[in-house]
């Protein structure tokens, strides 16, 4: 039986700091971090990918109960567009550890590099299954990236969104070659790109009928 991490591995103001939505084609990237409190210990921490939504969801409502201090950030499409995927997560760790309402000693990174901060900061690769601060910011933002891709799921119908939460699966590839890409996609992605330049290509052609 999956028993989580170690809270014994929980330091004293120290903040875990993880991202998701990397690799999808639409919407933002997330962010968080999390000061955890060595007093109040969270049972079945880890990687938010190992566990079930339903079990997500009720650690999220369990961490932000517990933690010391927890930030959830983000960097927006345009801002992935622009700065490109990697700068653009790095921004919005930034983000996340800056709103933290206690200054942590440390920050430990999901990965193998670190944003610019104003805190001494250490990359842990797979940190999210080693760390358990950073397990707790793993969860906070893909239980917040994944509430906002259902409701965007609403708004853009016939993509399959709230299903794949904006990865390039079939589904999503073969709907944004129908139906084009919609205001959330990313267009510095080749995918997108691609759909982008056959919807203009396609209007075009309708233009000089």
Request: charged share 20%.
């Given at each position: 039986m999956e028993m989580g991490l170690d809270f014994e591995l929980v330091e004293e103001l120290v903040?875990?700091?993880?991202?998701?939505?990397?690799?999808?084609?639409?919407?933002?990237?997330?962010?968080?971090?999390?000061?955890?409190?060595?007093?109040r210990p969270i049972l079945g921490l880890n990687d938010s990918k190992k566990l079930t939504e339903a079990r997500r969801e009720l650690l999220y409502e369990e961490i932000t109960e517990k933690a010391l201090s927890w930030f959830i950030a983000r960097a927006e499409v345009a801002e992935i567009d622009s700065l490109n995927i990697l700068h653009a997560t790095m921004l919005a760790m930034q983000r996340a550890v800056e709103g933290l309402h206690i200054t942590p000693r440390h920050a430990m990174i999901d990965g193998n590099r670190c944003p610019n901060l104003r805190i001494p900061a250490s990359a842990v690769v797979q940190g999210d299954a080693k760390v358990p601060a950073i397990a707790a910011a793993s969860i906070l933002a893909k239980v917040s990236r994944d509430r906002e891709m259902t409701a965007f799921d609403l708004i853009y119908p016939g993509y399959g969104i709230g299903a794949h939460k904006g990865y390039p699966t079939p589904v999503h590839l073969e709907a944004l070659a129908r139906l084009g890409p919609t205001p959330i996609h990313r267009r510095s992605f080749a995918p997108v790109r691609a759909a982008y330049e056959?919807?203009?290509d396609l209007d075009a052609d309708f233009a000089t009928v």
């Open positions: 903040c875990g700091v993880d991202e998701v939505g990397r690799g999808p084609l639409c919407g933002a990237v997330v962010t968080a971090a999390v000061i955890l409190d060595p007093a056959a919807r203009f």
